[in-house]
């Protein structure tokens, strides 16, 4: 456990050897919460950069069209696409992250 003290405008410095191990640099974007036996200070969540998002939906596509080109693999993937007619997860597009106007089964959805 370390002690520190509140400086002038609420400032508190973190030990540097906790800095390192929990990787907190300047300008590191952080949550403070109020519990009520304490305050918690914690690293805030990161989201993937638009670069990283950018790779994962180009792996991801790359693997629907092997998918596709594998007659079997596409037969199997239909069915379990089948399972999911109905459900919130049926018509979803995964390179944009929005329901599409087609069904699973690639049929366009009634009223679209």
Do not use: C
């Not at 990787?23 to 036996?37: A, N, Q, S, Y």
């Not at 990283?52 to 693999?73: G, I, P, Y």
């Amino acid at each position: 456990m370390e002690y520190a003290k509140v400086g002038k405008r609420g400032a508190v410095v973190i030990p540097a050897e906790m800095r390192r191990h929990h990787r907190l640099e300047e300008g590191t974007p952080v949550v403070i919460e109020d519990r009520p036996e304490g305050v918690l200070f914690r690293a805030a969540p990161s989201a993937p950069s638009w670069e990283e998002r950018r790779r994962f939906f180009a792996a991801f596509n790359e693997a629907v069209l092997a998918t596709q080109r594998d007659a079997s693999a596409w037969a199997e993937e239909l069915v379990d696409r089948a399972q999911l007619a109905g459900t919130l997860a049926d018509g979803m597009v995964a390179e944009q992250g929005e329901v599409a106007d087609v069904n699973v089964d690639g049929r366009a959805r009634s009223g679209a």
